[in-house]
């Protein structure tokens, strides 16, 4: 029985999340992502060791909400920023952090040969299915009728191709040894997120490769949805051809 | 006597920058400059560096940025194409006011040009390069020697200023082979303590490294500190070699490989009387302004050659200020000026003067 005026503390701000109001918009995914690398950057105490590369987009300004060392990187260069940090200070647990646009269309060549090198860097990217920070422009994850606003009439394969399954791509390639593609759209999913994203940063501590996890995530601003709309979305439209799962992960020892 | 190697000049700029402590880099092949990355990639494991072949110089000078930031001293290079392509990184490497060494090996342009030596990236390389304003300390070697000091100097420069340093040479600096003598006597070398590295934020609040300032009055701000230390430049680094100018009527001015060749053509027109002296920027940022206007005052007529069809001669006219006749002779596209060729403008340069 607890005494009266004391309680226990049972959930508290996560050490590495900082204590400020984000820039995000209402409702979007972005900020429950910031917190569950903060939550397992601090499980694994590697706060004081730990360096981030925020690249151009929706992404940049992480640096203001985690209390690490952080680059903010060129467009679609964060792999190669990383790989430069981790190549200088081995002992440095490095990640970056990457919207559709930066990683799958502008970086995508950096994106794919950090993976082949397996460099010992951890991706998180984040795939709304579209450019936020330029107000809702088309991105290459931007899926098939989807409207956007260089895509005003929904995007078609004739004139635009076809969305990219980064997650399938990189799981074809030697050096990477941790994929998965997880979404935060429910409760359910944002724990399955954080387990993918604690084994993406296991991998890399392992010294094992590199590791990408593909988050899914709601955009309600530059969708013109609702939040709660914009996550039943993600679950009745991204999921269907952009499919959760684990496609790629270390052999467990013992 | 220190020991002499005889070394293209490729090589000797990539032994230089390991005796001063460059331990890291990121680089991609490109024609006629290979043969740094491919002693680097023998050299660098040797002592305890790492050699890494970038998918592309975007990707290169990106890595650079990410080593520079996590405090190592840091090398790229390049020729002409690929500087290009590098050119986003570096401006951002200015920003966010990472130390790093950049050489670039000329070749000719523009669009793919061709692979013998030019100097027709002089605009690229002084006036800023990529976008924003700023400048690189720019580094002109006429001698493989040369550029074994100032690419041994370049690393401390960087580190001093916070700016990244480009080593400015041509495919016949990089291709060349001469004697060279490395050592310390050459070099002071100076490793300021990194505290805004990021390293990881223990025991001290997190370091950020970046160049975006949203706020335009911060940005200013950001703008006028980088201007501060490219004022600095102009006060304490400008190098220049002046020849024969004290009695000189006609002074030729010229940097790397044509230099070489106008000195050859000044000892024949000294032997045949004429009074002829040579101006020799080492450093094409900061520009040697000062010094041509002091010329200005006594040789009435600058010969400005070049591998290009006229960019120094911008800066060489902004020095003299409207003061005295100056005249270009360039050749480009990979064609070099021979030293007749410089004696024959020369001479025609007086002739038109007597008319």
């Known amino acids: ?254 | 006597m220190m020991k002499k190697s005889f070394m293209t000049g490729n090589e000797a700029i990539a032994e230089a920058a390991v005796q001063a402590d460059c331990r890291h880099f990121f680089g991609y092949p490109i024609t006629p400059q290979n043969e740094i990355p491919e002693y680097m990639s023998r050299r660098l494991p040797e002592v305890g560096g790492v050699y890494l072949q970038a998918e592309s110089e975007i990707a290169a000078i990106n890595m650079l940025f990410g080593a520079a930031g996590a405090g190592a001293r840091v090398m790229t290079s390049s020729s002409s194409p690929g500087i290009s392509l590098m050119q986003e990184g570096i401006s951002y490497m200015v920003g966010a006011q990472l130390p790093c060494v950049i050489v670039n090996i000329m070749r000719g342009g523009p669009g793919l040009g061709g692979i013998q030596p030019s100097q027709s990236d002089y605009f690229q390389a002084t006036k800023g390069g990529g976008h924003g304003d700023y400048h690189l300390l720019v580094l002109a070697p006429h001698t493989v020697q040369e550029a074994v000091t100032l690419t041994m100097e370049a690393f401390d420069l960087a580190d001093k200023y916070r700016n990244p340093v480009m080593v400015l040479g041509d495919g016949y600096i990089g291709q060349m082979m001469e004697p060279v003598e490395f050592g310390r006597k050459t070099r002071q070398s100076t490793h300021p303590l990194k505290s805004w590295a990021l390293t990881g934020a223990k025991g001290r609040p997190p370091n950020l490294v970046k160049s975006l300032y949203l706020n335009p009055k911060e940005l200013e701000e950001h703008n006028l500190e980088i201007n501060k230390k490219i004022q600095d430049m102009i006060k304490n680094e400008v190098r220049v070699e002046t020849l024969l100018i004290d009695d000189a009527e006609i002074i030729i001015a010229a940097y790397g490989t044509v230099a070489r060749i106008a000195k050859t053509a000044i000892k024949v027109l000294r032997e045949r009387g004429l009074k002829i002296g040579m101006v020799r920027p080492i450093t094409l940022f900061p520009f040697p302004y000062e010094t041509f206007a002091k010329i200005s005052k006594r040789a009435q007529k600058v010969l400005v050659v070049e591998m290009s069809l006229g960019q120094m001669v911008e800066d060489v006219m902004l020095g003299l200020s409207g003061q005295g006749c100056v005249r270009f002779y360039g050749r480009t596209g990979g064609m070099v000026p021979s030293y007749d060729e410089i004696i024959n403008e020369t001479e025609k340069f007086i002739t038109e003067g007597k008319a």
């Open chain 1, 1 to 254: 029985m607890r005494m009266q005026g004391k309680f226990e503390k049972i959930f508290e701000r996560p050490r590495t999340l900082r204590s400020t109001a984000t820039h995000y918009c209402p409702g979007c995914g972005h900020g429950i992502v910031a917190r569950l690398l903060a939550e397992v950057i601090d499980e694994f105490k590697i706060r004081e060791k730990t360096v981030g590369v925020a690249p151009v987009g929706c992404s940049v300004l992480l640096y203001n909400y985690l209390d690490i060392d952080m680059y903010e990187a060129a467009h679609g260069r964060a792999p190669a920023v990383a790989t430069g940090c981790k190549r200088v200070n081995p002992e440095s647990i490095v990640f970056t952090y990457q919207g559709d646009g930066d990683f799958v269309s502008i970086g995508i060549a950096e994106s794919i040969h950090a993976a082949a090198r397996g460099e010992k860097i951890t991706t998180i990217f984040i795939n709304n299915a579209i450019y936020g920070m330029t107000g809702g422009q088309m991105a290459p994850t931007t899926l098939i009728g989807q409207k956007t606003t260089t895509s005003p009439r929904g995007r078609t394969s004739e004139e635009a191709g076809f969305p990219i399954r980064m997650s399938e791509l990189l799981a074809t390639i030697d050096g990477a040894a941790y994929i998965a593609r997880v979404s935060v759209s429910n409760p359910k999913n944002v724990i399955q997120a954080k387990k993918a994203i604690k084994k993406a940063f296991e991998t890399q501590i392992n010294g094992l490769g590199y590791s990408m996890v593909e988050v899914l995530s709601h955009c309600p601003t530059d969708w013109h949805m609702t939040p709660l709309e914009s996550t039943k979305w993600v679950e009745g439209h991204m999921m269907p051809y952009y499919p959760l799962n684990e496609f790629k992960a270390p052999k467990r020892r013992n």
